[in-house]
């Protein structure tokens, strides 16, 4: 009976495992984190593994099918990079209760970040180049490898 | 320790255990379903208003601005004397209307030569992502009062139709140009690809009490940069915008129009800079134009052309096309951004703004000479976040105005 007990635990454990980590996958930010002048230049230095990152507007009616075409291509990439989305326009805490259904390609970004400071001052930490054009595409890999890409990157890059 | 005991005590870790491990599962899909409602009805922080301003100088010489204020309402206020001092901020009753007041989408304020009729025009962005409306407010007391705000274009469809421009010819007949989505939609009901927007035009002939037909200008404008007005010489408008050319260059179009009555005549784009930035992003960056003293035409834009990121300035010919007897030439300044030009004669001004890490400047470029050489001059500087420079004429002089968080400054501009 208590062997009979520990198979039927130890078979609910395996099954419940597997549904954790699809859940966990698909859960959206709660909120937006902050990204301030220095965040780009520390992850640049510490990302693990290669990092897709996004950076948006909410008035961008281009951003949205870019976003979801890196977060497509990441699931797809046997190494599954990171795709981390980055808001220009909206700071943590200014986003109201129809954000996140107004913007939902963001939440299949494995973060969410929102511009905290001045903007061009943000901009100029990012890239010097980059005079506001969205979406900016960052791609670090370990390393301090760095790729930087106007609008949608080109295959070969989502596929290296 | 009995076996009874045994198989209870199992159970009950079996249940807490199991219960934990639900609770696992369920907790990151209730957050999935409930994401979208546990961001607060109002948002924890109020975002700061925008400080995107219109401005335009009335014929007795007061300087007039337009913009938003800490309130987000939307407010004009009047300087006689450069910016020195302002008149207290007047609110304007938009009833209800959100306003949007962006760097390229700004409210704009514009006098009709007929006396005492003023009109403000802005965005009024709409419940779906991406649509707007252009509205306006007339005033016929010299901006004593205003009436209720209007919808300027006749579609009323939900898209957008945004980034207003707005100039008074010479006749009076007032001139608002925008950006429409309606042929894109269009185009995607029926199944086919559109590339960008359109820009689309109307007409007053009474200053702003009614409106003529919408008129398409063009296909396939980009979808969110400013649209550049200037009064042609002798009447009529001119007009230049970031255009998607086939395949996915993002350069400019040029077009001109006259006020045309009941049958408006067509206007015909030209391709007016050759920078081919092949690009499937929003720039965010729109042009300056102005009326050259030789038929022409001043132009300023930002473009990568060959690898080079840059505000250039150029020359267009009378038709809007790149001029083949000056060379087209980058800003002083690999920073520049958001740049406006004026002329007066043979004088010109080309003004903007560039952050160097750890402060805006403001500098102009002065020609006295139609555009051949020019001089670089600091005007201001700051720390603060600030709105693009607008570059004005009046009196004989050039005047900038630039906003940022704490003041809105003018700068005068003699060019001898």
């Not at chain 1, 780009?40 to 593994?49: A, D």
């Not at chain 2, 129009?257 to 720039?283: I, K």
């Not at chain 2, 003004?351 to 402060?359: E, P």
Request: hydrophobic share 40%; charged share 20%.
């Amino acid at each position: 009976m208590y062997r009979k007990a520990c198979r039927w635990f130890w078979g609910l454990v395996m099954a419940t495992s597997c549904l954790v980590v699809p859940a966990q996958a698909l859960s959206a930010p709660a909120q937006l984190e902050p990204f301030e002048v220095g965040t780009f230049s520390q992850w640049r230095s510490s990302v693990q593994r290669p990092t897709w990152v996004v950076f948006t507007a909410t008035w961008c009616a281009m951003c949205p099918a870019v976003v979801s075409e890196l977060i497509r291509s990441a699931r797809q990439h046997p190494q599954r990079p990171l795709v981390w989305a980055v808001l220009t326009d909206v700071a943590p805490g200014e986003e109201d209760a129809r954000f996140w259904s107004r913007h939902a390609h963001l939440r299949g970004a494995d973060r969410v970040l929102g511009f905290e400071g001045i903007p061009q001052a943000i901009r100029y930490a990012v890239d010097p180049g980059w005079r506001g054009t969205v979406p900016h595409v960052a791609l670090l890999e370990p390393g301090g490898r760095l790729a930087l890409f106007s609008g949608q990157p080109p295959a070969s890059a989502l596929q290296r | 320790m009995s076996s009874s005991w045994a198989i209870g005590a199992s159970r009950r870790l079996l249940g807490g255990v199991a219960g934990a491990l639900l609770s696992l599962v369920m907790m990151p899909l209730a957050a999935q379903a409930q994401a979208p409602d546990q961001a607060p009805a109002k948002p924890a922080r109020q975002r700061p208003p925008p400080l995107a301003v219109g401005a335009a100088i009335a014929a007795d010489g007061v300087l007039w601005t337009v913009g938003l204020d800490a309130q987000r309402r939307l407010v004009l206020q009047r300087s006689a004397d450069a910016g020195r001092t302002w008149t207290p901020a007047q609110v304007l009753d938009v009833v209800g209307d959100a306003v949007s007041a962006d760097g390229e989408n700004r409210p704009k304020i514009a006098f009709s030569p007929q006396p005492g009729v003023v009109v403000v025009t802005y965005t009024k962005p709409l419940p779906k992502p991406f649509t707007g409306d252009v509205r306006l407010l007339r005033s016929s007391d010299g901006g004593a009062s205003f009436a209720a705000p209007v919808t300027v274009h006749a579609d009323r469809s939900l898209i957008t139709h945004r980034f207003e421009s707005i100039l008074f010819d010479e006749q009076g007949t007032l001139h608002t140009v925008w950006i429409d989505k309606r042929d894109q939609e269009a185009a995607k009901a029926r199944g086919q690809a559109y590339r960008g927007a359109g820009v689309y035009r109307n007409e007053s002939r009474d200053g702003g009490l009614s409106f003529g037909p919408d008129i398409r200008v063009a296909d396939h404008s980009c979808e969110c940069c400013r649209i550049a007005l200037a009064a042609a010489p002798g009447g009529g408008v001119a007009a230049l915008w970031r255009h998607v050319f086939n395949p996915n260059e993002r350069d400019h179009a040029f077009a001109q129009w006259s006020a045309s009555g009941v049958s408006p005549q067509p206007a015909v784009p030209v391709r007016a800079t050759l920078d081919r930035w092949a690009l499937d992003a929003c720039p965010h960056h729109g042009p300056g134009l102005a009326a050259a003293s030789d038929g022409g035409w001043h132009a300023v834009w930002f473009g990568i052309h060959q690898g080079q990121a840059a505000v250039r300035y150029g020359r267009l010919d009378a038709s809007g096309q790149p001029s083949v007897y000056m060379p087209v030439r980058p800003l002083p300044d690999p920073q520049a951004e958001h740049a406006d030009v004026a002329a007066l004669g043979d004088r010109v001004v080309v003004v903007w703004k560039s952050f160097d890490g750890q402060r805006f400047v403001l500098r102009a470029w002065t020609s006295r000479d139609g555009g051949r050489q020019f001089e670089l001059r600091d005007l201001a500087t700051t720390t603060q976040l600030s709105d693009q420079p607008r570059l004005l004429t009046h009196g004989g002089r050039f005047w900038v105005v630039w906003r940022d968080v704490q003041q809105t400054r003018v700068e005068t501009i003699d060019v001898p």
